[in-house]
């Protein structure tokens, strides 16, 4: 059974930063791509970051520039630096993992209020 657990979450001021990691885990489990997306209260669920194995990435347009998505292949993570926080970043982070299919994790939560 293919697991997430997200960690690094919780409250910032604007403008400061916040790591967030995910630990990916099941037996035989080596998910071809892995990353985040976020939704915030009353809107959909949006891309943040993606990174395949390769080393490609993905961002979402409002964050690029400003967070940084990094992994490590061998021990099934992944992680998100986030910078120059806004108030409009606030939502629920979830990570994702796909090899065939996709899971996802069940959510970290961050704040950016002052």
């Known amino acids: 059974q293919v697991q997430l657990v997200e960690s690094g979450g919780g409250l910032v001021q604007p403008g400061g930063s916040l790591t967030l990691s995910c630990a990916a885990s099941g037996s035989g489990f080596s998910p071809y791509l892995m990353g985040w997306y976020r939704q915030a209260p009353g809107k959909q669920r949006e891309l943040v970051a993606a990174?395949?194995?390769?080393?490609?990435?993905n961002y979402g347009d409002s964050v690029k520039d400003r967070f940084t998505i990094s992994r490590d292949n061998a021990k099934n993570m992944v992680y998100l630096q986030m910078n120059s926080l806004k108030p409009e970043d606030t939502a629920v982070y979830y990570c994702?993992?796909?090899?065939?299919?996709?899971?996802w994790g069940q959510g970290t939560q961050v704040t950016v209020s002052s």
């Open positions: 990174m395949s194995t390769a080393g490609g990435t």
């Open positions: 994702y993992a796909r090899k065939i299919v996709g899971y």
